[in-house]
T-cell receptor
Framework: KAGVTQTPRYLIKTRGQQVTLSCSPI?????VSWYQQTPGQGLQFLFE???????NKGNFPGRFSGRQFSNSRSEMNVSTLELGDSALYLC????????????????FGPGTRLTVL | AQRVTQPEKLLSVFKGAPVELKCNYS??????LFWYVQYSRQRLQLLLR??SRESIKGFTADLNKGETSFHLKKPFAQEEDSAMYYC????????????FGQGTELSVKP
């Protein structure tokens, strides 16, 4: 099976711009989670999408948004970029069920390195 | 709030020595704990999880609810174990959300 893919791998933007990152999950996986990784804050959960619905959200401002399409591919968008948004953005997919006791393994992509100048 | 703490940023041992990477968590309910590993130039991947109670690559981890810990252990470290290790937590109906510790870099010297 092909792994999780993320595009683009590297991105340079300037403050005030917006950016869209894409994630293609493993075939058959319906859940996609997004994480921000920085040296100072480590890995922080952004949000999770399951069957085109946001199921969970982390503590990030409204400038961070996402969506999921019917083929389970997901995008995240960051508007009005700030210098502090520079980070590695990871997405992960899993066979997550509808809810309840479900601790399926998350498979991570290689990440998109976003640099904000 | 739920929190995962890995007190050591860097752990350096010699090949053949025992290894223990510490992980403590704060959560009042019944969490599910994981260890993820990232080898150099590779993706973050699952090493093991509490619910499966497996030993992977010689590593084991025991959940101690009294001490709220999930330390990762290996009796004899190998050079190929050098990597970044992350402890992570999730809980009921939050399976898509992992709360990660800050990570511990393990360096195994020859």
């Amino acid at each position: 099976k092909a792994g999780v893919t993320q595009t683009p791998r590297y991105l340079i933007k300037t403050r005030g711009q917006q950016v869209t990152l894409s994630c293609s999950p493993i075939s058959g996986h319906r859940s996609v989670s997004w994480y921000q990784q920085t040296p100072g804050q480590g890995l922080q959960f952004l949000f999770e999408y399951f069957s085109e619905t946001q199921r969970n959200k982390g503590n990030f401002p409204g400038r961070f948004s996402g969506r999921q399409f019917s083929n389970s591919r997901s995008e995240m968008n960051v508007s009005t970029l700030e210098l502090g948004d520079s980070a590695l953005y990871l997405c992960a997919s899993s066979l997550r069920l509808a809810g309840g006791l479900d601790y399926n393994e998350q498979f991570f992509g290689p990440g998109t390195r976003l640099t904000v100048l | 709030a739920q929190r995962v703490t890995q007190p050591e940023k860097l752990l350096s041992v010699f090949k053949g020595a025992p290894v223990e990477l510490k992980c403590n968590y704060s959560y009042s309910g019944s969490p599910e704990l994981f260890w993820y590993v990232q080898y150099s130039r590779q993706r973050l991947q699952l090493l093991l999880r509490h619910i499966s109670r497996e030993s992977i690559k010689g590593f084991t981890a025991d959940l101690n609810k009294g001490e709220t810990s999930f330390h990762l252990k290996k009796p004899f470290a190998q050079e190929e174990d050098s990597a970044m290790y992350y402890c992570a937590l999730t809980y009921y109906n939050q399976g898509g959300k992992l709360i990660f510790g800050q990570g511990t870099e393990l360096s195994v010297k020859p």
